[in-house]
């Protein structure tokens, strides 16, 4: 059974940072393409960001959001910088085609 554990999120200020870990059980993922989307308030669920060889980002983070893994911790990061405030939401981390988490909140404001 696939499971995905998010933590790290919180509440910062507009331009603050946070670093989203995800620690995958029930895989080598290190075989696996693995990703973020994220669902506000009232709006659809958004990818964020996907790693699979090669490296995906919805426009609105790039430059700011850094996906990554560590196959030997069989964990996924994101780290998300210049935070902004339409950036609030749930944060999940997913395994295409197999699971994803329970979600992490991540609030942005003054």
């Known amino acids: 059974q696939v499971q995905l554990v998010e933590s790290g999120g919180g509440s910062v200020q507009p331009g603050g940072s946070l670093r989203l870990s995800c620690v995958v059980s029930?895989?080598?993922?290190?075989?696996?393409?693995v990703g973020w989307f994220r669902q506000a308030p009232g709006k659809e669920r958004e990818g964020v960001s996907c790693l699979d060889g090669k490296t995906y980002y919805v426009d609105s983070v790039k430059g700011r959001f850094t996906i990554s893994r560590d196959n030997t911790k069989n964990t996924v990061y994101l780290q998300m910088n210049s935070l902004k405030p339409e950036d609030t939401a749930v944060y999940y981390c997913y395994v295409p085609w197999l699971s994803w988490g329970q979600g992490t909140q991540v609030t942005v404001s003054s």
């Open positions: 029930g895989i080598f993922l290190n075989y696996f393409a």
